[in-house]
């Protein structure tokens, strides 16, 4: 079955400072990637997703993530983080025809002054 | 109102109480979908909806019964809940059915707690 580890529950990051969150998958093929953002009190909103073509796809928001086959991995990247990011970050993946989102438990982001 | 709104933002109620949670998305979307988000796990998606037509209950207790009148809206009726049934209850649509394809907008959530 298709599944989705995001293995940080939480990371503090110092504002101004780089940020990688990280999110492996298991499924055989090449799988549909997301990344979404969840502000406090909000619903989740699209950040970015990869279907096919460059491995290396850009969001909104300043934010990037990376395919990396080899490693099942699709992590998000941001290279300066600002107050403003300190949300809940969630990766998903669809695989196949399925139409349903399978998601991580999600990596909360603290930003420190 | 744009994008999809739920109400209410907040519910508290008994095992014993009915209430309904709803939600209405303005973007002209077909399908609509029901999710539960509980602390610490991934987002369990509950039903799926296309034009009208529930098409997945990924096996969800009775105590949920989803109702969708028309494309725009969406409710799911609570009756005789359980503690662990408290959660983020969180709504959202798509242009239609097909997750790689389409992407799903999220009203901001109706949290529930079950005393």
């Known amino acids: 079955a298709q599944s989705v580890t995001q293995p940080d529950i939480h990371i503090t990051v110092s504002e101004g400072a780089s940020l990688e969150l990280r999110c492996n998958y298991s499924y055989g093929a090449t799988p549909y990637l997301f990344w979404y953002v969840q502000s406090p009190g909000q619903g989740l909103q699209l950040l970015l997703k990869?279907?096919?073509?460059d491995t290396l796809v850009q969001g909104i928001k300043g934010f990037e993530a990376e395919f990396k086959r080899s490693q099942s991995s699709f992590n998000l990247r941001k290279p300066s983080v600002h107050w403003s990011d300190a949300a809940e970050y969630f990766c998903?993946?669809?695989?196949?025809?399925?139409?349903?989102?399978?998601w991580g438990a999600g990596t909360k982001l603290i930003i420190k002054p | 109102e744009t994008g999809v709104t739920q109400t209410p933002r907040h519910l508290v109620m008994g095992m014993t109480n009915k209430k309904s949670l709803k939600c209405e998305q303005h973007l002209g979307h077909n399908a609509m979908y029901w999710y539960k988000q509980s602390a610490k796990k991934p987002l369990e998606l509950m039903f799926v909806y296309n034009f009208k037509e529930q098409t997945e209950n990924n096996s969800v207790p009775s105590r949920f019964s989803p109702e969708c009148p028309n494309s725009s809206h969406l409710f799911l009726h609570l009756h005789t809940l359980q503690p662990e049934d408290s959660a983020l209850y969180l709504c959202a649509s798509s242009q239609d059915l097909g997750g790689s394809m389409y992407e799903q907008y999220f009203g901001p959530g109706t949290r529930l707690t079950v005393t």
């Open positions: 998903a993946v669809v695989a196949g025809s399925n139409y349903q989102l399978i």
């Open positions: 990869y279907f096919s073509g």
